[in-house]
């Protein structure tokens, strides 16, 4: 059996400390990478789908007047719903919270697709998608689909009738 010195015993609690720290240090960040990650990856969904989605309306747009097209929503757990506004018509209160409501006309004509929570991201979740009107606020749950359909000079947004 090996002879310990005295400083030896006095310094072997510090390391052991100090490999604890370290540890919880490594952890600590690895987690928090770990969840920005995850952000990041919603973050692109969301930029996916706006650009699918402005694919498909001016596939739309460049059609004849009357064509229509049904578009999935393809978004991440923290969005609830997708709404389109072009700042007129009316806004129904019970679609969205008053605080939606508030900013989405505080946005003014230059946004008509809105993501809700507007605060579920870092982000603006609050988007122009050209040639897009929507004349009364509408709004889709994400599990839903979007019909697309040419106006001739721009494309409407309308819920997609049920089969019944």
Known sequence: MMKTK???????????????????????????SVFNLIDTAALTQIADFKKSFETSVNEVYYSDAGSSKLVSIS???KIKRVCFYSNQGSINKNEISPEDI???????????MFLLPLDAY?????????NLKANNLICFDKTKKIKLVSMGDYVGVEKPQTNQ
């Open 6 to 32: 005295r400083g030896q015993l006095i310094a072997e609690p510090f390391i052991w400390i100090s490999a604890l720290v370290i540890g919880a240090l490594v952890l600590f960040f690895g987690i928090r």
């Open 102 to 112: 508030s900013a989405i006309k505080i946005a003014g004509s230059d946004k008509n």
């Open 122 to 130: 870092k982000i603006t979740l609050m988007h122009n998608i050209e």
């Open 75 to 77: 978004l991440p757990g």
